[in-house]
């Protein structure tokens, strides 16, 4: 079953920007799917629109089959958000605010409390439950905002941008529950700017641009469309000029620091002959960038190169 | 076939209790904000109603002689207790709805399987409790001044609910289009308190010149205060029928209008 199901969605803002020009996208129930794109790509409107705080202008969306003109309270009980914004009342106490959250989804309040509990517990805040909620720290408000999403137990957990400003040791503990949330069968849409976090989480990629989707497939399916990779080599010994290497393009970016770029019919080990013929040994080599974030680099600069072509 | 009705039963039915909590969770939340920030929300009236009882009560009201057939302070109570619970059914959904739009945790209930209706009633009826808590504690204060007697209990109930329901709607549709702070002051300042001094709290309107008198038929709140005045003395400068035919139109005209509002998205979705 679909989780999600889009059709020609559009959106033009009343000031006459066209957010979304026809989107279509679908989402499997039992996904961790990552939605990505640059800022301002339509990203935010698409989540907007699914949860019903922005009014589309045109398209189609259902949720599990649920379409939102038509049966919009049954739609909306399917869904958790956690938007970018921080949107609770910051004077209220953190038990509290999930407590109220069960409640407008209608869960009766003993309910309620027993699953508060247990997810402030899950995303370590249970001791904070009767602190108000502007005192937490940024990454608090940030597993606050989950555990509100969660309070109703829905269906499709839509996070947007749940990881922002959020250090990497608390980012890694949420990646783990988002795994294991994922894991007991909840579907998971995620937006982020942090592409290493979806190309460690997500098995299927969507990539807004303008309004439109420019990439959608699986994520195997989309690294393997990465035809070219820069690689750095940290050299053991200086070098003063850089290697002779005839079919790539390198670079010296310090004395110690060779980037290639290899395509993806070349192989590394041709690199690696010439290098100790000519007498370099490299002691450690990484990808200069995420492997993913070169591909939406390199797609979305050449959209936006067409699109100057165009103008 | 049946089991396809019992089915939608169930599920309507399911629905209905869900929105049930959805609304009891609203207006609770409406009364822990109202106790939490009780120095703002309960004291100010009080003092509000001492200082007028002191000065146009006992120190003004004394010289005036009777008016209506009863003391100058028994004459203005029920006018105060009014003043009081229109100013705070008003000032409690204004302040609470747009402080929800701006602190974006109205969202909250946007993304929630509530119907609009149920989230206006929701904050309405945290107007309305509001609104209904501060008139007892103005009656308590005008307990202390003077005796004021009770004609017609029901009078009185209906006629301070409605009122209550009218401004708590009022400060929903303030609210929706409300962009700051200003904008949710400038009605109560500008249109409500001189309509409120207007209407007949501390004067009836017999007293005024015919021109003045008739302009303040335009007025609501004047029914509303000589409805409510009529449950408790017994004495009106408006006919009863035509007072509460004007709440109701109120009430109902209001209600129809923030939910079409709400239902559009005006003010609070892009």
């Given amino acids: ?311 | 076939m049946a089991a396809t009705a019992d089915s939608v039963r169930e599920t309507g039915s399911s629905m209905a209790r869900a929105q049930w909590i959805g609304f009891q969770t609203i207006v609770r939340r409406e009364y822990g904000r109202m106790i939490r920030i009780w120095g703002q929300t309960l004291v100010p009236p009080a003092v509000t109603a001492t200082l007028y009882f002191i000065i146009f009560g006992s120190l003004i009201g004394s010289r005036i002689g009777r008016m209506g057939g009863y003391d100058y302070m028994q004459f203005i109570a029920p006018g105060l207790i009014m003043m009081a619970v229109i100013s705070n059914s008003y000032g409690n959904v204004v302040s609470s709805f747009f402080g929800a739009k701006f602190g974006k945790h109205i969202e909250e209930l946007l993304v929630a399987p509530l119907p609009n209706w149920l989230i206006v009633l929701g904050y309405v009826s945290g107007g309305v409790m509001r609104g209904l808590l501060v008139g007892l504690v103005v009656t308590g204060v005008t307990l202390f001044f003077t005796h004021v007697p009770v004609a017609h209990p029901l009078l009185v109930i209906a006629s301070v609910l409605l009122t209550a329901v009218v401004f708590s709607l009022g400060g929903f549709f303030n609210a929706i289009f409300a962009k700051n702070f200003d904008q949710i002051s400038w009605f109560p300042t500008f249109v409500l308190t001189p309509l409120t001094y207007l209407g007949g709290v501390f004067y009836s309107v017999s007293l005024l010149p015919d021109w003045a008198e008739t302009l303040s038929y335009a007025n609501p709140i004047l029914y509303m205060v000589n409805a409510f005045r009529y449950g408790f003395l017994g004495t009106s400068d408006v006919g009863l029928g035509v007072a509460f035919a004007i709440m109701a139109a109120f009430a109902v005209a209001m209600f129809t209008v923030v939910v079409m509002l709400m239902n559009r998205g005006t003010g609070i979705r892009e």
């Fill in chain 1, 1 to 311: 079953m679909k989780a999600l199901s889009i059709r020609g969605l559009t959106k033009t803002y009343r000031n006459g920007v066209q957010a979304l020009r026809g989107i279509d996208l679908d989402v499997e129930e039992g996904d961790f799917f990552a939605l990505l794109g640059p800022n301002g790509a339509g990203k935010t409107t698409t989540i907007g629109i699914i949860t019903s705080l922005v009014t589309k202008s045109g398209g189609e969306v259902q949720v599990f089959g649920h379409d939102i003109d038509h049966e919009l309270a049954r739609a909306k009980s399917c869904i958790g958000i956690v938007p970018q914004e921080i949107n609770f009342n910051q004077f209220e106490k953190v038990f509290t605010i999930i407590v109220n959250q069960a409640g407008f989804y209608g869960i009766p309040r003993k309910l309620a409390r027993e699953r508060a509990e247990r997810y402030l517990r899950q995303l370590q805040l249970w001791d904070k439950r009767d602190h108000t909620a502007r005192s937490l720290s940024g990454g608090m408000k940030r597993r606050l905002m989950i555990a509100r999403a969660l309070v109703h137990e829905p269906r499709l957990l839509i996070l947007d941008e749940p990881t922002a400003g959020v250090d990497i040791e608390i980012r890694r503990s949420m990646w783990g529950f988002l795994r294991a949330i994922n894991g007991q069968g909840t579907t998971i849409i995620l937006t982020t700017h942090y592409l290493e976090e979806a190309e460690s989480l997500c098995r299927n990629i969507a990539i807004i641009d303008g309004g439109l989707i420019i990439e959608n497939d699986s994520m195997a399916g989309v690294i393997g469309k990465l035809n070219q990779e820069t690689f750095v080599l940290n050299l053991r010994e200086p070098v003063a000029d850089p290697p002779s290497l005839p079919g790539y393009v390198s670079r010296m970016t310090d004395d110690h620091t060779l980037e290639i770029e290899v395509l993806k019919e070349q192989g590394l080990n041709e690199v690696f002959e010439m290098l100790t013929r000519n007498g370099i040994e490299v002691i450690s080599m990484r990808n200069k960038v995420n492997r993913l974030e070169e591909l939406f680099m390199r797609l979305v600069a050449s959209r936006g190169a067409a699109g100057a072509g165009n103008a």
